[in-house]
């Protein structure tokens, strides 16, 4: 159980990283879509295209409001 939540915790923050990432990534390289940046990030960081894209709608209110926040 121990290894399980260490699993989740170091998946719980790579998801974290990679959200910040796409921030960052919509501010410098503003001709590309939510779509290609988040594919982008997908390989660049080798996660679970279908976890991923669930962490990313259920923190999309938090990711929009450190874009705003930051000026990304």
Partial sequence: MAQ???EREKQER???AALLKIAMK???EKLKGFEEIFSDILKEMH???DEF?????NHLQTLMATV???GY
């Fill in 4 to 6: 399980e939540l260490n």
């Fill in 14 to 16: 790579m998801h974290q």
């Fill in 26 to 28: 919509m501010r410098r």
């Fill in 47 to 49: 996660l679970d295209e």
């Fill in 53 to 57: 894209r669930r962490y990313v709608n």
């Fill in 68 to 70: 705003k926040k930051r």
